[in-house]
């Protein structure tokens, strides 16, 4: 079965470029798609993905308070947060807020496909990465 999953960010092209890259991973489906994060609690809730990966910037509501909610609604939810450098005091408030992983954009395209996986064979003790 496949693991599915919900993308969120602000960004079309950035949206394209992820459902691409998990498109070919044989063992993930894109369940839906959201651009902000008033939008990712709602399919969240309606779609019930096994993993959310998350853009950090988001219009409406930003992704620490999205993955808050999406992580108190649904506490078996796994969200991995995508920024564009490690800023240790907003991955801690990530981290604190439910957040499973965060990965540093650039190194996505290689790190993204292994960090689903982990995020949804376990608990978010499973280890956080940066």
Same mark, same amino acid.
Do not use: W
């Given at each position: 079965?496949?693991?599915?999953?919900?993308?969120?960010?602000?960004?079309?092209?950035?949206?394209?470029?992820?459902? &691409?890259?998990?498109?070919?991973?044989?063992?993930?489906?894109?369940?839906? =798609? $959201? +651009?902000?994060? *008033?939008?990712? @609690?709602?399919?969240?809730?309606?779609?019930?993905?096994?993993?959310?990966?998350?853009?950090?910037?988001?219009?409406?509501?930003?992704?620490?308070?999205?993955?808050?909610?999406?992580?108190?609604?649904?506490?078996?939810?796994?969200?991995?947060?995508? &920024?564009?450098?490690?800023?240790?005091?907003?991955?801690?408030?990530?981290? =604190? $807020? +439910?957040?499973? *992983?965060?990965? @540093?954009?650039?190194?996505?395209?290689?790190?993204?496909?292994?960090?689903?996986?982990?995020?949804?064979?376990?608990?978010?003790?499973?280890?956080?990465?940066?």
């Amino acid at each position: 079965m496949a693991i599915r999953i919900l993308l969120v960010d602000n960004s079309s092209s950035s949206l394209e470029k992820l459902r &691409g890259q998990i498109d070919a991973q044989p063992d993930m489906e894109v369940v839906a =798609e $959201a +651009g902000d994060g *008033r939008s990712a @609690v709602h399919l969240d809730g309606e779609m019930r993905p096994e993993v959310v990966v998350m853009g950090l910037l988001l219009p409406g509501k930003n992704a620490i308070e999205a993955t808050r909610e999406i992580c108190r609604n649904r506490p078996e939810a796994r969200v991995i947060i995508l &920024g564009k450098y490690p800023d240790r005091f907003i991955i801690d408030q990530l981290i =604190e $807020a +439910g957040a499973c *992983r965060y990965l @540093v954009k650039e190194s996505a395209d290689k790190d993204l496909p292994g960090a689903i996986r982990r995020a949804a064979a376990g608990p978010n003790d499973s280890g956080n990465s940066i």
